[in-house]
T-cell receptor, first 112, second 114 residues
């Protein structure tokens, strides 16, 4: 499928478990981003990547780990999930020259 | 440090009316000023954007007005329609460094009534 995809779309897990959210884009965009969206907070940047093997922290990185071994993939891992990480997670990508970010459909994560 | 301030938080407009949403920013390295539209259950999508070399851009019923000296830009929706009911985010950014991290406003929930 062309564009940007996320999997799974819905996930329920328990406190303390490790969870990985996947993000894949087909445009070969250099930049990729992970956001979480919570009521009252809008979209907050967790991590971003300027290229393969280059990642940097965003506004709320604690409790999350990212990697980017390939340009097209940018997985987000919650090493030990907590209830406060219950949220909707969006992945996005954009090209080198700035401009529009393209968002995936989101993953709704519930941590019990 | 909050770099982007968006107002109002919510807005109710009658069909056919004008909706106005404002965004103030601090980072002078920003050179891309977009508005994203998000419907429930969907990811945000670009609605309209402006570069700092122009003060206004119009696309159909949607207009961005940009005031570089005041570090503000706004979204005007003319002849608002029920289908415009959504949440709108400003998200200024730059091309490199810390400015390349998209910073979203907290969003404006627009409801257009019949």
């Amino acid at each position: 499928d062309a564009g940007i995809t996320q999997s799974p779309r819905y996930k329920i897990t328990e406190t303390g478990r490790q969870v990985t959210l996947m993000c894949h884009q087909t445009w070969s965009h250099s930049y990729m981003f992970w956001y979480r969206q919570d009521l009252g907070h809008g979209l907050r940047l967790i991590y971003y990547s300027a290229a393969a093997d280059i990642t940097d922290k965003g506004e709320v990185p604690d409790g999350y780990v990212v990697s980017r071994s390939k340009t097209e993939n940018f997985p987000l891992t919650l090493e030990s999930a907590t209830r406060s990480q219950t949220s909707v997670y969006f992945c996005a990508s954009r090209g080198n020259l700035g401009g529009e970010q393209f968002f995936g459909p989101g993953t709704r994560l519930t941590v019990l | 440090q909050q770099q982007v301030k968006q107002s109002p938080q919510s807005l109710i407009v009658q069909k056919g009316g004008i909706s106005i949403i404002n965004c103030a920013y601090e980072n002078t390295a920003f050179d891309y000023f977009p508005w994203y539209q998000q419907f429930p259950g969907k990811g945000p999508a670009l609605l309209i954007a402006i570069r700092p070399d122009v003060s206004e851009k119009k696309e159909g019923r949607f207009t961005i007005s940009f005031n570089k000296s005041a570090k503000q830009f706004s979204l005007h929706i003319m002849d608002s329609q029920p289908g415009d009911s959504a949440t709108y985010f400003c998200a200024p950014s730059g091309r490199t460094g810390t400015a390349s991290k998209l910073t979203f406003g907290t969003g404006t929930r627009l409801q257009v009534t019949l």
